[in-house]
């Protein structure tokens, strides 16, 4: 288990992490995400005792990483960004020296041969490492931090360089460790944290700005009861008849995605589901559902909203919130302004 208390890490009068907390707990695995500059980076060395913390703790396994270094240092396999190999050394040769490296007490060949296997790296490992695919140095990277089995996993940007096949084997994997051991994983690649990970940490401004699971945050962030439909019919008739249903808060007719298919918004109230109303007020008038779909969050639009503040998408549907409006007007051309009109009469935004 990994328990951060009150981490704080000061660059001269810079704050690069200010004071955050967090624990992970026993075959969890955990997205660690942040934009450049968040502090990420910096929490992530001091988690690996890379770099020493201004103030806190940070305790591996029950071990804090400063009290007593190497012991909490055991229990950690790191994969930084760009995997420490010796590249004039054969992979054999580079894994058995990592080997000894960690005073590693498990059967040496037998160990050896469970890491290669795992990592796919079998058939190169009589193969110099500088002249391995980038792929491939990835994977031996990987390796290395899996050599003596330690029960906690912190994993820098794992996918990077490899093709979608190996991609799909690494996550794969991580799932796989993820039942014995401790994982940390930062990507940039937010749809890989969405498939691995069970919670995710957002970091922003030295601070943890959001930490849950993937389907609690949206639920948060949004507050939205919203659909996407698709339906064939009279444009007009079909917004207003779908306002007259209970607990509706609004219908915006979006884009004509064929003829005669227009594709809709809508929001409910909380805890009301519309579904069946619209189902009932279509098949009445003959409009056929071509698609019905949750609106809900991706991954990527909660990172935005947190690290960035509202997109003008997921903004109310009678027009951009005007703080927002006037940080967005800041970064338009001099003498550009966006301006505020009210909701048009067939449903859709100005």
């Not at 240092?73 to 490296?101: R, S």
């Not at 959001?210 to 009279?234: C, F, M, P, Q, W």
């Not at 639009?301 to 940080?327: C, N, Q, W, Y």
């Amino acid at each position: 288990m990994i328990e951060v208390k009150n981490l704080t890490k000061h660059y001269g009068d810079k704050k690069a992490v200010n004071n955050i907390s967090f624990t992970v707990e026993d075959g969890e695995i955990l997205g660690f995400l942040g934009p450049n500059g968040a502090g990420k980076s910096t929490t992530m060395n001091m988690l690996t005792g890379y770099i020493s913390s201004t103030s806190g703790s940070a305790l591996i396994n029950g071990v804090d990483i400063l009290d007593d270094p190497i012991k909490a240092k055991a229990n950690i396999g790191y994969l930084p960004e760009i995997p420490p190999l010796y590249v004039d050394m054969t992979v054999k040769a580079y894994l058995n020296f990592i080997f000894d490296l960690k005073k590693c007490k498990l059967p040496r060949k037998s160990h050896l041969k469970d890491v290669c296997d795992l990592c796919r790296i079998t058939d190169v490992s009589d193969r110099i490492i500088k002249h391995l695919s980038k792929g491939y140095k990835q994977r031996v990277g990987l390796a290395q931090a899996l050599v003596g089995n330690p029960p906690v996993l912190i994993l820098d940007e794992p996918t990077v360089g490899l093709d979608p096949k190996q991609i799909i084997e690494i996550r794969n994997l991580i799932k796989k460790l993820g039942k014995n051991h401790t994982v940390i994983l930062s990507s940039h690649i937010l749809s890989e944290v969405q498939a691995v990970c069970d919670r995710v940490i957002i970091i922003n401004k030295g601070q943890v700005a959001a930490d849950d699971t993937e389907a609690n945050l949206s639920k948060k962030v949004s507050n939205d009861h919203r659909l996407i439909l698709r339906i064939e019919g009279d444009r007009n008739a079909i917004v207003a008849e779908l306002k007259k249903i209970s607990g509706m808060k609004y219908v915006r007719a979006e884009m004509e995605r064929e003829a005669g298919v227009y594709e809709y918004e809508v929001e409910a109230k909380e805890g009301i589901d519309v579904r069946r109303d619209i189902n009932k007020i279509c098949t009445a008038n003959g409009w056929p559902i071509l698609m019905m779909q949750s609106a809900e969050l991706t991954l990527e639009d909660i990172f935005l909203k947190i690290t960035m503040g509202e997109g003008i998408e997921h903004l109310s549907p009678a027009g951009a919130d005007r703080k927002t409006v006037k940080k967005i007007e800041k970064q338009l051309p001099p003498d550009t302004k966006i301006t505020f009109e009210p909701e048009s009469k067939d449903g859709g935004n100005k």
